[in-house]
């Protein structure tokens, strides 16, 4: 039960720099750490899920696609009214007078005597702020059809803004806080097992329905026949399936059995495998009901082997309510913890219950002097 000064059971805390020896598969915030390179039609494919783009982008890029369809859509219009009034013969001014020389009692917009008057007109009846100076006339029927087609673009153009603009704010954010995953996860014994503990706290109850918590081990192995995997993936079996009820801090343990990939890893291990593992989180708000989802990952050297976390969620009596102290969410105090694997100590049990039970068998008689005589 003792801890050798050689092996290192919490290396300091240097967050504020990448590990080099391992490559980050997801970060601390949850971003993925994967690009993909050299993708057939990658443009294309951008253009044609353009809505899927949009939510996804970032507010500046969102918000200049808007004005940019707001602008070309008034001067689409804008110009077709020009030529619409041209072929009417309604720009055509009598050198001498300055007057127009149009076909028919009245021009088909009024009040209009170039493109940038039609500009205006455009703007004006898509977003159905006439001001009464320009308007359109029975003279030419065509200005009907064009009219209607230009006012259901404009609806159109509002509605999937709209839609856009909401999707956009109310989907989960996509940086996480570091302080919904503890900063550090911990080995530690429970009810006498060697358990992989970390702890998570939901502040703003982003996964308050239907919270559910996966982890997986990302490492390489090599096959029997010599293939190289890279970042196998091995499911660590939570408590409960990992479904929690996220009312305050809470504690997520997973037992090293002999069907867990940690099952063989000591403490001096820790400091050797190269491996990852990824924490998923997902649950619905009350809110929306949208299905949110939090990730994080723990490297090797994240791993506190002898340590458990601290008790933070307390019932006060004058508040009469329980009380979770945010700013200790990452603390931990060291525990008796076997450095050895789960494998070795399982091993070591049985040894001692064999030769427990074998010195409990009736009829063994234990050799002394006097029976020897």
């Not at 702020?129 to 064009?146: H, Q």
Request: net charge negative; hydrophobic share 40%; glycine share 6%.
């Amino acid at each position: 039960m003792g801890q050798p000064e050689e092996v290192e059971l919490c290396p300091e805390e240097n967050f504020g720099e990448p590990f080099t020896k391992v490559s980050r598969v997801v970060n601390k915030i949850g971003e993925r750490n994967v690009r993909i390179y050299n993708l057939p039609q990658r443009s294309i494919r951008f253009v044609k899920d353009l809505v899927t783009t949009l939510v996804e982008e970032k507010w500046r890029y969102a918000l200049a696609v808007f004005v940019l369809s707001y602008i070309g859509s008034w001067t689409f219009f804008a110009g077709l009214w020009y030529i619409l009034s041209y072929a009417h013969g309604d720009l055509a001014l009598d050198p001498a007078t300055g007057e127009r020389l149009f076909d028919g009692v009245m021009p088909c917009v009024d009040g209009v005597s170039d493109f940038v008057g039609f500009l205006l007109f455009s703007m004006e009846t898509q977003i159905s702020t006439g001001y009464g100076a320009k308007v359109p006339t029975e003279e030419c029927p065509e200005s009907f059809g064009l009219l209607t087609i230009q006012l259901i673009v404009g609806l159109l153009i509002d509605a999937a803004i709209l839609g856009i603009v909401y999707a956009k704010m109310v989907r989960p954010p996509q940086k996480i806080s570091e302080t919904k995953f503890s900063r550090r996860a911990v080995v530690c014994l429970r009810d006498g097992k060697l358990c992989f503990v970390f702890r998570i706290c939901d502040r703003r109850w982003q996964h308050a329905i239907e919270t559910k918590v996966s982890a997986v081990l990302l490492e390489s192995r090599r096959t029997a026949e010599g293939e190289e995997i890279e970042k196998h993936e091995s499911y660590l079996k939570l408590e409960n399936d990992g479904r929690l009820i996220l009312l305050w801090p809470v504690t997520v343990c997973h037992v090293i059995d002999s069907e867990s990939p940690l099952y063989g890893v000591s403490a001096a291990d820790l400091l050797e495998r190269n491996f990852e593992i990824v924490i998923t989180m997902t649950g619905g708000t009350m809110t929306t009901g949208q299905i949110n989802q939090a990730r994080t990952s723990y490297m090797p050297a994240e791993i506190c082997w002898g340590h458990r976390f601290r008790n933070i969620v307390e019932y006060d009596s004058r508040k009469q309510s329980y009380v979770a102290v945010n700013e200790q969410m990452h603390d931990l105090e060291q525990v008796d913890t076997p450095l050895c694997s789960a494998r070795h100590l399982d091993q070591i049990r049985r040894q001692l219950s064999q030769s427990q039970t074998k010195n409990e068998q009736p009829g063994t008689q234990v050799q002394t002097p006097e029976t020897e005589a």
